[in-house]
């Protein structure tokens, strides 16, 4: 099932993304739409489900594209939290970027002593 999920979003990716609605800021095409398909099957794990739910899974993935199921995932917070975790790192700013030029690790390199 991951494979299919995987080529829906190669597809997409090449293809510029013009579903319903764009995947979130920050998330990959990949991981929004596995958590997509998580919320259209009723929330339920791939390990929790019997053999006749997978199947089910299945050919309701090989009818359906899962661009147009994103809207499932607005204003969900346990998906918003994964694409924070997802974001890049930026540098410190404000009073935290002063303290780390005082302790030396700032950008004007090691400090000689």
Not at 51 to 76: I, K, P, S
Not at 86 to 109: E, F, I, M, Y
Request: aromatic content about 6%; cysteine-free; overall charge positive.
């Amino acid at each position: 099932m991951s494979e299919q999920v995987a080529a829906q979003a190669v597809e997409d990716a090449a293809a510029g993304v013009s579903g319903a609605v764009a995947p979130p800021r920050g998330a990959g095409l990949y991981h929004a739409y596995n958590a997509a398909l998580k919320r259209a099957l009723g929330d339920k794990a791939r390990h929790e489900m019997s053999l006749a739910e997978l199947e089910a899974a299945l050919a309701w993935l090989e009818r359906n594209r899962l661009r147009e199921h994103l809207h499932l995932l607005e204003g969900d917070p346990r998906f918003g939290w994964a694409v924070r975790s997802r974001q890049g790192w930026t540098p410190p700013v404000g009073r935290a970027a002063k303290a780390a030029s005082r302790r030396g690790t700032g950008t004007g390199g090691p400090r000689t002593m």
